[in-house]
Nanobody, 120 residues
């Protein structure tokens, strides 16, 4: 069973930066695409960034140019560098593995997530 542990969240002012990390268990990490999701109160969880096994990436329009996803297959980790943060980026952020940049057929289970709060 693949499991995910997210970290790196916190409180930051608008315009600030954070770098999230996700550690995944399991030797099959490198064959899957990885995605970062977020969920804020009253809203559905949304996929904001994904990276394929070969390094291709995809972002939701609202974070393009501000967020960068990367992965380290040797360490079974995926990161999300978030710059120019906005109040509307406030959410709990999760990672997940799956097939393709839409993270289809997701594997494992949701971790606890990491809270990102953007506020002045």
């Amino acid at each position: 069973q693949v499991q995910f542990v997210e970290s790196g969240g916190g409180l930051v002012q608008p315009g600030g930066s954070l770098r999230l990390s996700c550690a995944a268990s399991g030797r099959i990490f490198s064959i899957y695409a990885m995605g970062w999701y977020r969920q804020s109160p009253g809203k559905q969880r949304e996929l904001v960034a994904a990276i394929g096994s070969g390094g291709s990436t995809n972002y939701v329009d609202s974070v393009k140019g501000r967020f960068t996803i990367s992965r380290d297959n040797a360490k079974n980790t995926v990161h999300l560098q978030m710059n120019s943060l906005k109040v509307e980026d406030t959410a709990v952020y999760y990672c997940r593995a799956g097939v393709g940049l839409q993270i289809s057929f997701p594997v494992g289970s949701w971790g606890q997530g990491t809270q990102v709060t953007v506020s002045s």
